[in-house]
């Protein structure tokens, strides 16, 4: 809970900090003593591409690590290479993200190059790995030079990855393709602001690598054109909680302050020190940050007023 904001009166300057009176008989003083105040924060957004990306494959001629491949092969290949499963590892740096930021929308968008001659089409999963890997040094049996590897070669589920997936999409021909957000995606990018030691991106597979044909070719960071993007809305850290606008209007006093997606309740009393709050108004938690004014009829003598959130 941010700390109450409250004005003081130019009656008593003893009580300039840490409790602040508002008597309306003075209120022209206190605007002038009170007009600074922050700014609204407002939605903000990141475009980012990976910092690393790679895939791993059990075909022979992907045995190698792939990491500067301006494509990345994922999915089953057909029946002539023996139905071979490749699968995607992506990543991105999040550093540009403000610490405390709330995350609200994740989206990755992916551009297929190329499919099969007869392609199946089928579901792409995006699993939050839990492992460190590297795009230069890890293979489908490798996970780490020199020789650390995957629980089972490709990534073991539950141990090298999540079973559960956090984003879909289905993909049929070549074009760009976008996991849209989910509570998930949202949910991994904001685990990974918290604690950056545990960003080790997604894995990308195919929902049934039993089915062959279902391998595309997707463009890579080293592509000349079509990398991955990941998008990440977020609401940046809240500025302190602070009255920063008054005026009497109509008979009224108003105060105006910045809320964040969050509920709010604006309080009196008549006493500085003692005596009941009464709420004159309840803000709802709501879907963006906004300026909001409160109203309350003038009457003679004083009155303390403080915002606070629930």
Not at 40 to 55: E, K, M, R
Not at 101 to 106: I, L, M, T
Not at 109 to 133: C, E, G, I, K, Y
Not at 194 to 217: D, I, M, P, Q, Y
């Amino acid at each position: 809970m941010c700390d109450p904001c409250w004005f003081v009166s130019a009656t008593d300057p003893k009580m300039c900090m840490p409790r602040l009176v508002l008597n309306p008989l003075s209120f022209f003083v206190t605007v002038l003593l009170w007009s600074a105040g922050m700014g609204v924060a407002g939605a903000a957004s990141v475009t980012l591409n990976p910092s690393q990306d790679t895939f791993i494959s059990e075909y022979v001629s992907f045995a190698n690590p792939n990491g500067t491949s301006t494509e990345m092969v994922i999915g089953t290949q057909g029946a002539n290479v023996g139905h071979t499963r490749n699968r995607g590892l992506i990543q991105f740096d999040l550093s540009s993200i403000p610490p405390g930021a709330v995350v609200s929308s994740v989206t990755l968008s992916l551009r297929v190059t190329r499919v099969p001659l007869s392609p199946a089409n089928s579901d792409f999963h995006l699993h939050r790995l839990l492992q460190p890997w590297d795009d230069l040094e890890s293979t489908w049996p490798l996970r780490l030079d020199p020789d650390e590897n995957w629980g089972t070669p490709g990534g073991q589920e539950g141990l090298d990855y999540s079973a559960d997936f956090s984003g879909s999409v289905l993909v049929a021909g070549a074009g760009d393709y976008t996991f849209v957000s989910t509570p998930e995606l949202v949910a991994d990018v904001s685990r990974w602001l918290t604690n950056s030691a545990a960003n080790h991106g997604w894995l990308v597979k195919t929902t049934n690598e039993l089915v062959g044909f279902t391998a595309r070719r997707f463009a890579s960071r080293e592509g000349f054109s079509g990398a991955p993007v990941l998008e990440v809305q977020f609401e940046p850290p809240s500025s302190p909680l602070r009255i920063h606008r008054t005026a009497i209007v109509n008979g009224e006093f108003c105060l105006s302050f910045n809320a964040q997606a969050r509920g709010y309740i604006v309080e009196r009393r008549d006493k500085a020190d003692e005596g009941e709050w009464t709420p004159i108004w309840v803000l709802p938690a709501g879907d963006v940050p906004m300026e909001f004014t409160v109203c309350d009829p003038l009457r003679e003598g004083n009155r303390f007023y403080r915002v606070r959130e629930m």
